[in-house]
């Protein structure tokens, strides 16, 4: 057999003896790279699905890395990059893998610089796998941070897309004739997962472009088109660790990852969602029964409200009594202190608060009061400097110049003046234990039964460069070290039955929250990505849900997309859905009928949601999210969940327009083993599950939805 998982063709031009360009072609499967060599750099040339003829660089592709240096006595910045102006460079295979040198910058100062880069080639995965690595080799010179890996793509034809990960993920089509910029810090709300792709559904080629770090340190994640070249540029910058610091070195977290796929975003996120679930420290895979950490009640909890005020307490408790099944409330300046003021010095609570969180409790309600926990207000009483200067300031992040990030968030101090924020460092102990001491208050003499910590999950790190922390300067991986230390900590001492969430989902906490507030996800092309990978792990709850003139119609949208979704409902004020209205009666329908499917959510997987075989009308909403928030989307939802152990599965449908829509649906059956040939489906509906009736899988079943209706389709499978 030969070894097809490598081959090097190199083709030597020759000048006075010496080899001045060679070019490698290194194969993986249907993965081709090809790099030239010369003198004094390294140029990655070809990045090639070679089964359907797809190349996926531009003819003018980025260097496969480049660097940003410091030299900490002049204070000078200088970029170098893998294509030239190197002392020598070298690339070695062997077998299955490679290895790529860059010796010396020719570049001031930079003589001592070495970059080694090593490749390893999985055929059967049609995979390359990368780390990289830098010496510094001087003392007053500095690594910034390291651009890699960083790829121009040219388009992929008319049907092509690119994949990233904003809130729950989103598809761009087509971005290649329009000006285009996502550029995000991660971890945050906005670049919650570590991986993008480039595909061509209809050619069936895709590009799989990943860093799987398992620390999830801080990086840059960009995708940025440039329509005159027609070229999308994939790029990661990762922060160095000790930037400004004189000789630091930098290594890759974890690989970089460039893998083929055929498909689209589904596809790809199950190649993310395979090393999510093998390699990293904050996936608690969900057992039988979902994650056992994790209380039941949370786990099974179908919807949200959310409060602000004592008042709407009895709103509350109406709504509850109308829907029958148990809501979370999420309770909004319980404290006496002002919102977004005087931080952290939440109690003592308002008077009604005590009572409060008990009259929720007896009418069926979770209660789940609001803290931060990432600010201290610098004027922390009033106008006044109560403890900050004194007592955390010196636990609080700063900049490079020294300075304390500051943050505003439109609140005003009694004197008209701004509140101004200091963002605290996660790896202090003073935080850790100061957010420990307010949580546990609220679990111990309140007996809530949730708490909500806001930002941690949405946030991108600081990037601190206080010594006196003990952390390394800028980059690396304390910021979650830091958290993850805290919140391991507020678990271990947290009462039975009782749940942790945050604002957002930003994957490096799912294993200290059992929550992540969903409520950013109000893009018009977003996708699921993140529920495929994290659906069971982390329980997702709650959109915003906004005003305006369509804000019934935006309703229905956003809580029948989080139903296909397999988010916990709702998360709107009392206010929105009132005794008798049309909204209370969606929501109460969309609630109670993931009160009965919830096991697939909360022990289930994701399945590629169904597509309806007819021209199915669009619907729009302005879901004022910012501004006017346009979305559109399908007059019908789709999802659907399975349950393997249980040879089952669910597909879901939403009619969010005030139409009826008819459709043929094609229900393909690879969830189920081959061998179990009888199947048998029913209707499940809010009101009513009707009985099983044989399945034939293959032939089209018609689904006919009256306006405003959610059903459920369960199949399930018997025999051997
Ligand atoms: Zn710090």
């Not at 070679?50 to 260097?63: I, K, M, V, W, Y």
């Amino acid at each position: 057999m030969m070894k097809n998982s490598f081959l090097i063709v190199a083709i030597l031009l020759l000048f006075t003896g010496f080899a001045e360009a060679e070019t490698h072609e290194l194969v993986s499967g249907r993965l081709s790279l090809v790099f030239n060599t010369s003198r004094d750099g390294i140029r990655l040339v070809g990045l090639k699905d070679t089964g359907a003829n797809q190349e996926f660089l531009s003819d003018q592709p980025l260097p496969l890395f480049d660097l940003k240096l410091l030299n900490t006595q002049t204070d000078e910045q200088a970029t170098v990059d893998s294509n030239s102006g190197w002392q020598s460079v070298k690339l070695t295979r062997k077998d299955a893998s490679a290895e790529l040198i860059w010796v010396g910058s020719k570049s001031q100062g930079l003589a001592r610089l070495v970059v080694k880069a090593s490749l390893e080639l999985q055929a059967a995965h049609d995979r390359a796998r990368w780390q990289i690595e830098v010496k510094n080799g001087n003392p007053s010179v500095s690594v910034l941070s390291v651009r890699f890996p960083q790829l121009k793509i040219r388009e992929l034809g008319k049907n092509g897309s690119v994949f990233f990960p904003r809130a729950p993920g989103e598809v761009q089509p087509g971005l290649w004739r329009r000006p285009f910029e996502f550029n995000k810090l991660y971890p945050d709300a906005w670049a919650s997962m570590q991986y993008l792709a480039a595909y061509n559904e209809t050619k069936k080629s895709g590009l799989y472009v990943a860093c799987h770090d398992p620390a999830g340190q801080p990086k840059w994640i960009t995708v940025k088109s440039s329509p005159s070249e027609q070229t999308v540029d994939l790029r990661f910058e990762h922060p160095a660790a000790d930037q400004t610091r004189g000789g630091n070195d930098y290594s890759t977290q974890g690989e970089v990852v460039w893998q083929l796929f055929a498909g689209d975003w589904f596809d790809a996120t199950q190649i993310y969602r395979n090393w999510v679930h093998q390699d990293t420290p904050w996936f608690i895979g969900p057992g039988p029964e979902g994650r056992e950490d994790t209380s039941r009640w949370m786990r099974e909890l179908p919807g949200w409200l959310k409060i602000s005020r004592p008042q709407d307490i009895p709103k509350v408790k109406e709504i509850l009594e109308t829907i029958g099944v148990p809501l979370g409330v999420h309770w909004y300046c319980w404290h006496q202190i002002p919102f977004d003021n005087d931080y952290p010095h939440y109690f003592p609570p308002q008077e009604q608060f005590v009572e409060g969180v008990r009259e929720l409790q007896e009418a069926g309600a979770r209660v789940m009061p609001y803290i931060n926990g990432r600010l201290w207000d610098t004027r922390d009483r009033g106008g006044e400097d109560y403890q900050f200067s004194r007592h955390a300031k010196s636990a609080a992040t700063i900049d490079a110049k020294g300075e304390l990030y500051i943050e505003k968030y439109g609140a005003n101090e009694e004197d008209g003046s701004p509140v101004k924020f200091a963002v605290m460092c996660p790896a202090s102990r003073l935080w850790q234990k100061r957010l420990g001491d307010i949580i546990g208050e609220l679990f111990d003499r309140y007996q809530v039964d949730a708490v909500y910590v806001d930002q941690v999950a949405a946030m991108p790190p600081k990037l601190c460069m206080e010594p006196a922390h003990g952390h390394t300067l800028g980059g690396g991986g304390w910021w979650n070290q830091g958290y993850w230390k805290m919140f391991q900590q507020i678990r271990a001492k947290m009462p039975p039955d009782r749940v942790l969430t945050a604002e957002c989902n930003a994957e490096p906490f799912a294993h200290v929250f059992d929550g992540f507030l969903s409520w950013q996800w109000q893009y018009e092309n977003q996708v699921p990505a993140f529920q495929a990978v994290y659906a069971g792990a982390i329980q997702c709850f709650g959109r915003k849900y906004g005003d305006g003139p369509t804000q019934d119609e935006a309703l229905r949208m956003k809580a029948g997309q989080q139903l296909v979704y397999g988010e916990q409902i709702g998360w709107m004020s009392p206010d929105i859905v009132p005794p008798n209205s049309q909204n209370l009666s969606f929501f109460k329908k969309i609630v109670r009928l993931r009160w009965k499917l919830g096991r697939y959510f909360f022990a289930g997987r994701m399945q590629r949601p169904p597509q309806l075989t007819e021209l199915i009308p669009k619907f729009q909403a302005d879901w004022q999210w910012r501004d006017d928030w346009v979305v559109t989307s399908d007059a019908v939802l789709t999802g659907a969940w399975s349950q393997p152990q249980k040879n089952k599965s669910v597909l879901l449908f939403v009619n969010v327009s005030d139409g009826r829509v008819a459709s043929d649906v094609l229900f393909e059956r690879k969830d189920f083993s081959p061998k179990q040939t009888e199947l048998f489906v029913r209707r499940i509906t809010a009101e009513k599950d009707e009985e099983f009736r044989p399945f034939r899988p293959g032939v089209p079943f018609r689904v006919d939805l009256a306006p405003r209706d959610a059903e459920a389709w369960e199949i399930k499978a018997v025999g051997q």
